[in-house]
């Protein structure tokens, strides 16, 4: 087995606030299918040592920004975990980030995270373990290759990789001396943006390699519509700038096996039914002719929510329903209440988030929105397919690469797995929904759509061996 160091802010079953941790939390048994031993270093934030069990000291140090440091390593999930326990800079209330605003010494928090990967990238740690490659995830860890340029000759290979580019890990530029770097750093090439620092530039500047969570987002990410400021430094870099679809776990998201939920699969759809009925009696909802909808999503304008608040009103007018689970933007929350207030029995909402009602959704839906207007790769639409809960997307990054539009042409060949509309307006996306109210009508194709997602290989094989090939390019 050779090595590679995971370096991320969260990791299920640890620590999650979004996809990212599910990513971290999977790749590890996906690169070992290849030969590659991952080990996950991420923050040991409040509670985080008694979860992993984590106690064999591997790396420490007096003073990391402040404070003592060490590296404990304990186990998640079935994961070789290294937490960096640092508790001036970790343990803390408000989440890993802040709540709800960010700490405002976040850039020297993450900061010390990729600060110590790069020393155990050097130096290795005190059990023999050393790392060929490191893996960063997002600006969090964005400064891992930087740290390494500006330190110490050493010839470990570094992958970045960007989850969405909308975070930047900006910083001000006086905060440079204290992240122990050199004021050479802070210049157009490298550290600076817009005069201020960003972590997430840097990475990507200085990475041997890029990788995003999907080829669509790849593409996109190199336009100015979605490359947020940093288009041109992708497309200098393109060369080395690849799209790898994520997977999901097919084990944790399996409707034959979740606890959570009445059992079915593609060969019976019984229980699913009985999921749906569950599902409607758990949010209020009266019996209805066409399609249950659901929403499993942060309530933010990025993720279309304001999409999902109007073309409600004609999606129940026309025999559907609507559960939706989330929380985010309060003027999105607002309109949502009202919507469930004015329709009683046709919609449902929860605000905020629950991992085990998620589950119930996805295994009681007909079909999971999915209106982004811009989405690197996006988890839901793979556990809607996993679930035959058939999703309706925007046609836009990772959503766009994973979900064949359900058309004349797709039925009759037999592809179309969802739904999906363009351009992402009002008018497109009430019009999809339509299209999907009359396809649900016709019980026997939408029976196939359903069992054609779930049939699906969704999980890490061909994406993990494309990391596994990456790895090995990166390597010195």
Partial sequence: MRNVLSVTSECVPLVKTGGLADVAGALP????DHGWDMRTLLPAYTGLIKKAAARKVLWQSDDLFGGPARVLMGTAGGNVILLLDAPHL????????GNPTDFSDNPQRFAALSFVAAEIARTGLSDGWTPEVVHAHDWQAGLVATYLKYGPPCDVGTVMTVH?????????AAMLGTLGLPIDAFNAEELEYWGQISTLKAG?????????????????????????????????????LSGVLNGIDMDVWNPASDPEIIPYSAKSLTGKKKNRTALMSEFGLSSVEGPLAIVVSRLTSQKGMDLIANAAEDFVANGGALAILGSGDPQIEDALRLLARNHPGKVGLRIGYDEALSHRMFAGGDVVLVPSRFEPCGLTQLYGLRYGTVPVVAATGGLADSVVNYNVAAAQMGVATG???HPIDQLS???CLRGVIDAFSRTSDWTRLQKRGMNQNL????????YATLYERVTK
Avoid: C, K
């Fill in 29 to 32: 048994a996906a690169v070992a």
């Fill in 90 to 97: 970790y343990d803390r209330e408000g989440g890993p980030y």
């Fill in 164 to 172: 969405n580019i909308a975070f930047q890990g900006l910083a001000p």
């Fill in 204 to 240: 990507l500047v200085h990475a041997d390699a890029i990788t995003t969570v999907s080829p669509t987002y790849a593409a996109e990410l190199m336009r100015p519509e979605f490359g947020m400021g940093l288009e041109g430094v992708l497309s200098a870099r393109a060369s080395v």
């Fill in 419 to 421: 739904f999906q509309f």
């Fill in 429 to 431: 996306f009430t019009q």
């Fill in 459 to 466: 999980g890490w094989d061909a994406s993990s061996a494309t």
